[in-house]
């Protein structure tokens, strides 16, 4: 699986956007870009992912550059309940029967902090 | 519609103790992956099972095994703990490990070995 470089913290004030990159040089051409969160203590939650397209969901948008090489998680109006670690996450997704296909391989993520 | 569910949330054992954590998935997800969390190391892979079998299984030592039943829920076993297993075990279920399908968290089991 491809690895994934993320800046380690962030700061955004609230209700403006945050908009947190993601470098996967070496992604492969069947591999998503996922991202999650986890709050402090809590599971990680699934928030978006995409394979080349530019994705959209009610809680964030995601954007892949076109040589997919590097993404951009963005969270249009955060708020302090946005505060957590993010990790951005290339996945080998495969046909059904094929192997590397529910493995999540976590970075360290980027602490976002959004203050208000 | 009930989420991932652990069980215990919280467990303190003995170093030498043997533990089993149990996970059950949302229902109709076929697949469930094993997570362990520790502030050294971070978010680690286990393993994953689909349809009772195991697909993928992560660096750990054989100490660390699990299992999954014919109706999804998995349980994950640790024998002869050692302090450093002291961590949050998380369990994620997803509908197949197949395209482009995303996997769910249940609020995970933290465990703390004495």
């Known amino acids: 699986d491809a690895k994934t470089t993320q800046p380690p913290s962030m700061d955004c004030a609230e209700g403006r956007a945050a908009n947190l990159p993601c470098n996967h040089s070496?992604?492969?051409?069947?591999?998503?870009v996922y991202w999650y969160r986890q709050i402090h203590s809590q599971g990680p939650q699934y928030i978006i992912h995409g394979l080349k397209n530019n994705e959209t969901n009610e809680m964030a948008s995601l954007i892949i550059t076109e040589d997919r090489k590097s993404s951009t998680l963005i969270l249009p109006h955060a708020t302090l309940r946005d505060t957590a670690v993010y990790y951005c996450?290339?996945?080998?997704?495969?046909?059904?029967?094929?192997?590397?296909?529910?493995?999540?391989?976590f970075g360290q993520g980027t602490t976002l902090q959004v203050k208000p | 519609k009930a989420g991932v569910t652990q069980t215990p949330r919280y467990l303190i054992k003995t170093r030498g103790q043997q533990v089993t954590l149990s996970c059950s998935p949302i229902?109709?997800?076929?697949?469930v992956s094993w997570y362990q969390q520790t502030p050294g190391q971070g978010l680690q892979f286990l393993f994953e099972y689909f349809s009772e079998t195991q697909r993928n299984k992560g660096n750990f030592p054989g100490r660390f095994s699990g299992r999954q039943f014919s109706n999804s829920r998995s349980e994950m076993n640790v024998s002869t703990l050692e302090l450093g297993d002291s961590a949050l075990y998380l369990c994620a279920s997803s509908l197949e490990p197949g395209l482009g399908t995303e996997a769910f968290f249940g609020q995970g089991t933290r465990l703390t070995v004495v």
């Open positions: 996450i290339v996945r080998v997704a495969g046909l059904y029967g094929s192997s590397n296909t529910g493995k999540l391989i």
């Open positions: 070496t992604i492969s051409g069947n591999e998503y």
């Open positions: 229902s109709g997800h076929r697949s």
